[in-house]
């Protein structure tokens, strides 16, 4: 079975601090494991992607997220957050020979001025 | 290159009414999704499909049903409208590239309000 979990329902930080939100996941196989951010009345928007490959991954916006298999996490990074960043993201997975794509209950990211 | 579009954006329902969620993707892609999002809430997967003819339940099918008789689209039947399914719904849909998982691609959503 798979599952993916999202500790926390906020995360507040500061402008030009850095954020992290975080992300913990449950499969049976290699992980594929995705970001995705929302932002009012839209659809989600592709942040980044862990296929395969360096565990440190870089994707759109200047964020980043680290694979960690021994942690079984896959938490979001940004060096330097935006009142801009301010969203609604969301953590996904599926797996090798996995038709399903499951999303965590998603994290709300306000970045305060 | 339209993506995954979704009709209609906003709909309101009567109890006990039915209606079809439309979703049609342009990008060839197999794997197709249907989600629903409640207030402040996450996704939860509602159907799937891996490609024409083929389709399965997701986490929460009851009360929908789907089909996928071509590629492209893969409309949500809603029977018997009821107060719970007051939600907004995605589409998704992705491929396989080389034998792995692409990212998802999803659509604008469908605002649907029964009453």
């Not at chain 1, 870089?58 to 960690?68: D, H, I, L, P, R």
């Not at chain 2, 439309?22 to 999704?33: E, F, I």
């Not at chain 2, 629903?36 to 399965?56: E, F, H, N």
Request: with cysteine; glycine share 8%.
């Amino acid at each position: 079975a798979q599952s993916v979990a999202q500790p926390e329902d906020q995360v507040n930080v500061a402008e030009g601090n850095p954020l992290t939100v975080k992300c913990t996941y449950s499969v049976s196989g290699n992980p594929y494991l995705f970001w995705y951010v929302q932002y009012p009345n839209r659809g989600l928007q592709f942040l980044l992607k862990y296929i395969t490959g360096d565990n440190l991954v870089k994707g759109s916006y200047g964020f980043e997220a680290e694979f960690n298999k021994s942690q079984t996490s896959f938490h979001l990074k940004k060096p330097s957050a935006l009142v801009s960043d301010s969203a609604l993201y969301f953590c996904a997975v599926t797996s090798t020979g996995a038709n399903n794509l499951f999303f965590g209950t998603g994290t709300r990211l306000t970045v305060i001025p | 290159n339209a993506g995954v579009t979704q009709t209609p954006k906003f709909r309101i329902l009567k109890i006990g009414q039915s209606m079809t969620l439309q979703c049609a993707q342009d990008m060839n892609h197999n794997y197709m999704y249907w989600y629903r999002q409640d207030p402040g809430m996450g996704l939860k997967l509602i159907y799937y499909s891996v490609g024409a003819g083929i389709t399965d339940k997701g986490e929460v099918p009851n009360g929908y049903n789907v089909s996928r008789s071509t590629t492209e689209d893969f409309p949500l039947r809603l029977e018997l409208a009821a107060p719970s399914q007051t939600s907004v719904y995605f589409c998704a849909s992705r491929t396989n590239y080389r034998g792995m998982n692409t990212e998802a691609f999803f659509g604008q959503g469908t605002r649907l309000t029964v009453v």
